[in-house]
């Protein structure tokens, strides 16, 4: 790519604005020219919640947590934040295989329609972020989900969802045990991919610091810090998505000078095609 038109036609959901501008510059100055990062080091980390996929009024792991409590016939949890969600799970699931785990997981987002989208969890996607993965991935980079939601989990829905190989997920999750050649889960829960923990986690992984990231809440703040370029989406379009702040990463991005993009003014539309009919 040469021209900032064909970068453009890379995006086509996005508007012409500043947010937009911002992303094509930035990719330009480090993709083309002698001074292109190399391919080696053109690491990009995405949380998922609210940044690459719809988190309200609960999360796609959340709505399975209730799903299987319910199925159980117990009372519903009180889950006050993700990280009680995935304590509850880690309970609810102990003992289990992880291929067990996967399989319900699968079943759920097979199933399960959104309360007001009346549609799959998988196609609750923002789309102007998944031209984004896809322009990153063309342009040679490792693209990385990292989220506080399970591991095993965004696993199952990254490949039809994101275009992502289940690898390149990192998250929360419970301790997994070997036992008698099979991989158990039990309740004993690993560090949170949360907070600082997402650029360790990354780190671990990859043996480096993202070059650019994307989050929407205070839980992505450390990771945003660690990018060059660092992105956050903003939710303010109650007509086609939902309104509401997080008044932690809108402040932090004003003090470092972060590009935020407004859901309501920068994108042109906010799913994928299949839900085209009066949802865009």
Known sequence: ??????????????????ARRSVIAFLQEITQGPDALP??????AFDNDGTLACEKPHTALAGFLLDRVA?????????????????ELGVLFTGQTTAQYEEQARSYLTGALHPRFHRPYPMLTYQPM?????????LDFSVFMCTDSSRDFMRVIAGPAYGLRRERVIGSEVQIQAVDGRLVRTAIPVPMDDGPGKTVHL????????????????????????ARF???????????????????????????????????????????????????
């Open 230 to 280: 660092a992105l956050v989406v903003h939710h303010d379009d109650d007509v086609r998505e939902y309104a509401y702040d997080d008044r932690q990463i809108l402040d932090a991005a004003a003090g470092g000078g972060w590009t935020v993009l407004s859901m309501r003014d920068d994108f042109a539309r906010v799913w994928p095609a299949d839900l085209a009919d009066g949802a865009q």
């Open 203 to 226: 780190w671990d992984r990859t043996g480096t610091q993202p070059v650019l990231a994307a989050g929407n809440a205070a839980g992505d703040i450390d990771m945003l810090r660690a």
């Open 130 to 138: 998944l031209e984004l993965m896809a322009l990153l991935q063309a």
């Open 39 to 44: 391919v080696a080091d053109r690491v990009a």
């Open 1 to 18: 790519m040469t021209d900032a038109e064909e970068w453009k036609v890379s995006l086509p959901s996005w508007r012409d604005g500043s």
């Open 71 to 87: 199925a159980a016939g117990s009372a519903p949890p009180e889950v006050a934040s993700g990280h009680d969600v995935l304590r």
